[in-house]
Nanobody, 127 residues
Framework: QVQLVESGGGLVQAGGSLRLSCAAS????????LGWFRQTPGKEREFVAA????????GYADSVKGRFTISRDNAKNTVFLQMNSLKPEDTAVYYCAATATGSSSATYSNPGPYTYWGQGTQVTVSS
């Protein structure tokens, strides 16, 4: 079992930055590949970023590439999403997710491999 708790969301003006954190507990965090997804009402949950168990492989949605950075600190059982140059279209509830297992180098951009999900944190970007 892995419990995930996101934090760091809030209201920010366009062009600003936020850093989301997701703290995990319950099992070996280092065994999990990790991802961030986001969702707005009436839309499918959208992939944002992913990172492998080792932290050496990262993947991003085209919409956030160059603006967002995913990282992990296995010693702290935490995954981060640094969001820069935020746009109003980034407004969503952001969720972190973890796989039960994963290869050291694999990243996943679809929700299927993710077993554990956080409760979400709201990010609102105003114009």
């Amino acid at each position: 079992q892995v419990q995930l708790v996101e934090s760091g969301g809030g209201l920010v003006q366009a062009g600003g930055s936020l850093r989301l954190s997701c703290a995990a507990s319950g099992r070996a965090f280092g065994s999990c590949a990790l991802g961030w997804f986001r969702q707005t009402p009436g839309k499918e949950r959208e992939f944002v970023a992913a990172i492998s168990r080792s932290g050496n492989s990262r993947g991003y949605a085209d919409s956030v590439k160059g603006r967002f950075t995913i990282s992990r600190d296995n010693a702290k059982n935490t995954v981060f999403l640094q969001m820069n140059s935020l746009k109003p279209e980034d407004t969503a509830v952001y969720y972190c997710a973890a796989t039960a297992t994963g290869s050291s180098s694999a990243t996943y951009s679809n929700p299927g491999p993710y077993t554990y999900w956080g409760q979400g944190t709201q990010v609102t970007v105003s114009s």
